[in-house]
């Protein structure tokens, strides 16, 4: 049963904590994706991978950091320093990179961080 | 500035009847615009996909029509069902390397 999946479901944090979002997809796409989704907002890029070991800054990675060990993980740490985390975050993949090679997105079920 | 507009304001239409949402931008040049749909607390799900060069696309009951010299898009649902509602997201494509996201227009079926 391929897909991309994301854990956990709900996470809460603490003032001053870093936490870390889980991506993992078994579809054998190389380009991942995390999104942030707010209220009345369009969805906007955090962080995008097109390779294993590479990573790139989107529109608004202050105050996040991910890694790409493997293909099928893609991992995003919100730190201490992003004061306004409260937020929908989405988890993406396609076979090439989008906008590139006309890639439609596969997104995740998405994890909702909430601040205590 | 570069914008993405849907109609932020949700679209309620009766059973049976056909919906049409709106995509509207300025200053992109878009190679491609996709559709998604999203349900509450869930991802979005692709749709359909339009390139610049085509007019219209259609896939069983949905079409989605694509105007550059109007900077438009119009998707269309025929015969909409209750299982219809739903948030309706566009997406640009501008042969970069991100897909640019309206913010979604919520649609609601009534049986």
């Known amino acids: 049963d391929g897909g991309i999946t994301q854990s956990p479901k709900y996470l809460f944090r603490k003032e001053g904590q870093n936490v870390t979002l889980s991506c993992e997809q078994n579809?054998?796409?190389?380009?991942m994706y995390w999104y942030r989704q707010d209220p009345g907002q369009g969805l906007r890029l955090i962080y995008y991978?097109?390779?294993?070991?590479?990573?790139q800054k989107g529109d608004i990675a202050e105050g996040y950091s991910v890694s790409r060990e493997k293909k099928e993980s893609f991992p995003l740490t919100v730190t201490s320093a992003q004061k306004n985390p409260t937020a929908f975050y989405l988890c993406?993949?396609?076979?090439?990179?989008?906008?590139?090679?006309?890639?439609?997105?596969?997104f995740g079920p998405g994890t909702r961080l909430l601040v205590l | 500035s570069q914008k993405i507009e849907q109609n932020s304001e949700a679209l309620n239409i009766q059973e049976g009847k056909t919906a049409t949402l709106t995509c509207n931008y300025t200053?992109?040049?878009?190679?491609?615009l996709q559709w998604y749909r999203q349900d509450p607390g869930r991802g979005p799900v692709f749709l359909l996909l339009?390139?610049?060069?085509?007019k219209e696309k259609r896939k069983e009951r949905l079409k989605v029509t694509f105007d550059t010299t109007l900077k438009q898009s119009l998707f269309h649902i025929t015969a909409s069902q209750p299982a219809d509602s739903a948030t309706y997201l566009c997406?640009?494509?501008?042969?970069?390397?991100?897909?640019?996201f309206g913010a979604g227009t919520r649609l609601f079926v009534k049986a």
């Open positions: 997406a640009l494509d501008t042969g970069g390397f991100k897909t640019i």
């Open positions: 339009i390139r610049e060069n085509e």
């Open positions: 200053n992109y040049s878009p190679a491609y």
């Open positions: 579809l054998n796409h190389d380009a």
């Open positions: 991978s097109q390779i294993v070991n590479d990573f």
């Open positions: 993406a993949s396609s076979m090439g990179l989008a906008g590139l090679t006309q890639e439609t997105q596969y």
